[in-house]
């Protein structure tokens, strides 16, 4: 049984940083790709990073782009997302999935099973 936890989430102030872990179990972690999403109340949830199976190409939405950073560890079947220089507009919940394809695709549907999310609240 495929499962995705997220940890790490919490309260932060505005210019603070948080690391948040997703660990993977129920398949094989490599090859499959990474995705992080987040979603805001009464928003469609967002694209914000992708990593493929040998961490060897990452992607990112513009938003986040210089202040994000996703990685992996697949020795340890966790990939991870390095939150720098938070923002109140960051705060939302945050959620990791896994996709069996080639490629980083931004689009939620492409993601075959997701974690249960993880709340980021960044106050000002």
């Known amino acids: 049984q495929v499962q995705l936890v997220e940890s790490g989430g919490g309260l932060v102030q505005a210019g603070g940083s948080l690391r948040l872990s997703c660990a993977a179990s129920?398949?094989?972690?490599?090859?499959?790709?990474m995705g992080w999403f987040r979603q805001a109340p009464g928003k469609e949830r967002e694209f914000l990073a992708g990593?493929?199976?040998?961490?060897?190409?990452?992607s990112y939405t513009d938003s986040v782009k210089g202040r994000f950073t996703i990685s992996r560890d697949n020795a340890k079947n966790t990939v991870y997302l390095q939150m720098n220089t938070l923002k109140p507009e960051d705060t939302a919940v945050y959620y990791c999935?896994?996709?069996?394809?080639?490629?980083?695709?931004?689009?939620?549907?492409?993601?075959?099973?997701w974690g249960q999310g993880t709340q980021v609240t960044v106050s000002s």
């Open positions: 129920g398949f094989t972690f490599s090859p499959v790709n």
């Open positions: 990593i493929i199976s040998s961490g060897g190409s990452t």
């Open positions: 999935a896994i996709r069996f394809g080639s490629s980083i695709k931004r689009d939620a549907y492409a993601y075959d099973y």
